[in-house]
């Protein structure tokens, strides 16, 4: 089975300063790992993904995550906040195994202070 | 439209009565989903659309609830006799596929408010 552990459901940061939003997952099987961001009132938009290629994926406004599977880790990271990162925050884990379905984790507030 | 669409955005009703919400999945997307959002709170599963399939009802939280998607295209997700409990963000996403590769492309939500 499939799970998902967001270990912050909440983190507040500094404008400039790096951002850490950590994911443990959960799978028998090779997984695919995806972040999502959703900023308030709007709809949930797909931040990145890993997919069993490059263990280290970029995605958009400058966020990277780094699967590791010794760890069974996929953190988000940003060397540097913006105010425009506030959001909520999903890492969802998806392996085939649940009927197709992905597993969301329960999501982390991230704050940014000027 | 080249994304997810929902409607209405916004629906307050009277505890008691019956409701529709309505999801447009983006054109080809073979898998759909509905989620609801409760305020502060993370993602609940509810139902599971993919292709000819018969539906993954296992989220659906009583038999108030049901959903159906008519010519593999357009979702309905209709929640009767409507309770205050109901009222959330329900949240549609559409993907190429059950593959674990696919990610899902969400639409902006209907906010329901039972009063």
């Known amino acids: 089975a499939q799970s998902v552990t967001q270990l912050d459901s909440h983190v507040s940061v500094s404008e400039g300063t790096p951002v850490l939003l950590r994911c443990n997952y959960s799978s028998s099987y090779s997984p695919s790992l995806f972040w999502y961001v959703q900023h308030p009132n709007k709809g949930l938009q797909l931040l990145l993904k890993y997919t069993s290629a490059a263990t280290l994926v970029k995605g958009i406004n400058g966020f990277e995550a780094e699967f590791k599977k010794s760890e069974t880790s996929f953190h988000l990271t940003k060397p540097s906040a913006h105010m425009s990162d506030a959001a909520e925050y999903f890492c969802?884990?998806?392996?085939?195994?649940?009927?197709?379905?992905?597993?969301f984790g329960d999501g982390t507030t991230l704050t940014v202070k000027p | 439209g080249a994304g997810v669409s929902q409607s209405p955005s916004n629906k307050v009703t009277e505890k008691g009565k019956d409701v529709e919400l309505r999801c447009d999945p983006i054109?080809?997307?073979?898998?759909l989903y509905w989620y609801r959002q409760s305020l502060g709170q993370g993602l609940e599963f509810l139902i599971y659309?993919?292709?000819?399939?018969?539906?993954?009802k296992s989220g659906l939280p009583s038999d108030r609830f049901s959903a159906e998607r008519t010519g593999g295209s357009v979702s309905t997700l209709t929640i009767q006799r409507t309770q205050q409990e109901d009222s959330a963000v329900y949240l549609c996403?559409?993907?190429f596929g059950q593959g674990i590769y696919n990610e899902q492309f969400f639409g902006p939500g209907t906010r329901l408010t039972v009063l």
């Open positions: 054109s080809g997307h073979t898998a």
């Open positions: 659309f993919q292709g000819n399939s018969a539906p993954d």
């Open positions: 996403a559409s993907s």
């Open positions: 969802v884990v998806s392996d085939g195994t649940n009927a197709g379905k992905s597993t």
